[in-house]
């Protein structure tokens, strides 16, 4: 199973739109591949593609010498673009939110502060799709070829804000697929989807077919109707069953986000263990941690940091680039265990059965898979 973190810069932060500062980049990812790390994932907000032209060659020409750091300590890298969800928070350009005040709504971040604003309905207007592939090609122009990028996260979490119909996604979807094969005709493209489509699949399903692979995230929220247990174990068990039931349904190599739960105080090392060695029996394609490196303090006061008790503490590394308690003896772990002979073991039912009522299997199959070995 192949282990990748997101990277987002602990000096610069996401909120200043500025690319990562290329120097820390290049000494964390000396340490991430010490420790068996095979890949970074770099988030680039929409927000940071769309300002000024010299503030964009200027973010561009950034990004490009952090990737060049990158390459240098003998790591890949995939781009999340755009990201739409980072540690817990949305983050959106301004004509992707609605006009109006939703204190029902989840905070999100837009033109330099943050707000409750709901979601626009930009699935309708074809200026505003154009105007998101127009910013997704500036960044495919200027990475296409770079020898660190291996790979995209293209549209994570687009499903969600807000849903569309399946015919729209797929128009929107095929646009961005076609501006990264134009340049790079090898790099993987992974679709991002939160767990939430696996209740209501069938535009995921549509869409799953023409990429290279899926990215499920949404650690950060419970599902309903699920029991789990709390902790990063717990979190662990739920990712494989996430990975595991994407990968069936999907029938895509699959990539769960993990490490929501290291903010737990629960966090118990044996059960811990068992829940890395559940994930890597499953035969799921790869996990990436939520953060590689901790924030500096200056910056804890700072989205997304703010937003949740202990997020600053997520990572794998500390704010000095020492490795938590555990996390080398974790990933070793997780290189060293091969897959069980059959991971759909506890799914009685075929993709038929399951797409006519997600709902009620979801919950159900989740108790089979708790209690097969």
């Known amino acids: 199973m192949l282990i990748s973190s997101i990277y987002i810069c602990p000096v610069r932060g996401l909120a200043s739109l500025d690319p990562p500062e290329p120097i820390r980049l290049g000494a964390a ?6 420790l068996g790390i095979q890949r970074l994932m770099l988030p680039i907000l ?3 593609l769309v300002g000024p032209d010299r503030a964009l060659v200027r973010y561009l020409d950034g990004l490009i010498r952090a990737l060049d750091h990158v ?29 109006r005040q939703d204190q029902e709504a989840d905070p999100v971040f837009v033109a330099g502060r943050l707000r409750r604003l709901g979601s626009f309905d930009w699935w309708k207007d074809a200026s505003i799709i154009q105007k998101r592939i127009r910013a997704f090609r500036e960044l495919v122009d200027a990475v296409s070829g770079h020898p660190a990028l291996t790979g995209w996260l293209i549209l994570d979490r687009f499903l969600e804000w807000p849903r569309p119909e399946p015919n729209q996604a797929d128009v929107v979807l095929r646009a961005f ?5 134009e340049r790079d005709e090898i790099g993987t493209i992974s679709l991002g989807l939160g767990w939430p489509e696996l209740f209501d699949p069938k535009t995921a399903h549509v869409l799953a077919c023409q990429v290279d692979g899926v990215s499920i995230s949404s650690g950060d929220k419970k599902p309903p109707g699920l029991q789990t247990s709390a902790g990063l174990a717990g979190e662990l068990m739920l990712a494989s069953y996430w990975a595991t039931m994407a990968g069936w349904l999907l029938e895509r190599p699959t990539q769960i986000e993990i490490g929501w739960g ?10 811990t263990m068992e829940g890395f060695t559940r994930l890597a029996g499953q035969g799921v394609a790869g996990a990436y941690w939520i953060s590689l490196i901790d924030p500096e303090p200056t910056l804890r006061s700072h989205p997304p940091w703010v937003l949740r008790s202990g997020l600053e503490g997520v990572s794998l590394l500390d704010h000095g680039m020492e490795p938590k308690e555990g996390i080398e003896t974790w990933l070793e772990t997780i290189e060293a265990l091969e897959p069980r002979d059959d991971p759909y073991d506890f799914i009685d039912i075929s993709k038929e059965e399951y797409l006519d ?3 009620a299997h979801l919950p159900r199959l989740w108790d089979h898979f708790r209690e097969s070995s």
């Open 357 to 359: 009522d997600p709902l």
């Open 177 to 181: 697929m076609a501006e990264i094969r």
């Open 46 to 48: 929409e927000e940071a």
């Open 262 to 271: 290291m903010s737990d105080n629960a966090n118990n090392t044996e059960d």
């Open 71 to 99: 390459d240098e300590a003998g790591l890949t890298v995939w781009l999340i673009a755009p990201a739409q969800r980072v540690l817990g928070l949305h983050w959106m350009p301004s004509y992707l939110v609605g006009a």
């Open 29 to 34: 990812a000396r340490v991430a591949k010490g």
